[in-house]
């Protein structure tokens, strides 16, 4: 195989992964001309075609699909022994993407690589905040940030960060002119504020648990978000009830401007973790940052309640 070939291989590999030239073009820093003619000199010399290619769309055929299993790990291993020349440089050095929730990337991971790169300035981080659960071996992301119980078991999963729950919360007001909360079946004689589910686009039914029961509640209101901090706003406003994760209300809660209702039926749950494929050798970069994430572990279980750095 000649130089050509490789370098023939390395574009129909971000092809694959982009199924759209313009784009693939634009990681590539070349035109989509370039991109287009690349491939089909590699379909010519393979005899078979590996793109089906329409107006609309793009999508890889059963060969194209057979050279993309070949093609994927050699280069990430390549990828990977180059990472580790970075070991002999005297800082280390390299690239890491991460995919996370917007509450994850701002209270976990954002407070540790701020820290991170000002030991290690020759480090990049890529954070990509996206609520939905993202494939991160498709969209060549070194990792991802989840909840615990979201995370596929093919995957290694580290702990960065405690138990978290979920609990109701209402501003004073409309506490005081509205009907006595004792049980989550109470919640249906109130205004709740919903959150749209940006994987699904159902809305988040609200999720109790008390004395080995579990509950689930559907509950309406005049105000729906895909966005957690609007929904916390609305609350304090007084506008309705909000399921909100604790430690983003503890500011509220402290101030009084919202009050937490149904305490018991709150129960904690696995908090995040930082997961990736086992099959894949980091670089030291990546390294870095996922013992600084482990450390901060240890402090997060220090205090009574826990607080995003």
Known sequence: MDRSELGDLAVFLVVAQEL????????????????????RRLEARL????????????????????LLETVRPAFGNIEAKLSELSEMRQKPAGSVRITASKHAAEGILW???????????????????????????????????????????????????????????GSPSYLARSP??????????????????????ALYVWEFHHQGRDLNVRVDGP??????????????????????????????????????????????????????????QQSPAFTLLVEALRKNVDASFSGAKWRPA
């Open 180 to 201: 006595a909360i004792t049980r989550p079946h109470d919640l249906t004689r109130h205004a709740c504020i919903n959150v749209r589910l940006p994987s699904s686009g």
């Open 223 to 280: 105000l729906t978000f895909n966005n957690m901090r609007m929904v916390q706003q609305a609350a304090v406003e007084g506008f309705g009830l909000a399921f909100i994760s604790e430690d983003v209300a503890q500011e509220q809660l402290r101030s009084g401007e919202l009050v937490q209702v149904l305490d018991e039926w709150c129960p904690f749950f696995s908090g995040y973790h930082l997961y990736f494929p086992s099959r894949r």
């Open 20 to 39: 759209n030239f313009t784009r693939a073009a634009a990681r590539l820093s070349t035109s989509q001309s370039s991109v287009s003619q690349t491939i």
């Open 47 to 66: 005899g078979v075609r590996l793109l089906a290619r329409t107006t609309r769309r793009m999508a890889t055929t059963e060969a194209g699909e057979r």
């Open 111 to 169: 407070p540790t690589v701020s820290r991170l790169l000002l030991e290690y300035p020759d480090i990049k981080v890529e954070i990509s905040s996206d609520s939905a659960l993202t494939d991160i071996v498709t969209d060549r992301f070194d990792a991802g940030v989840r909840l615990g119980e979201q995370i596929d078991r093919d995957m290694i999963a580290v702990r960065i960060g405690p138990d978290l729950r979920m609990i109701v919360v």
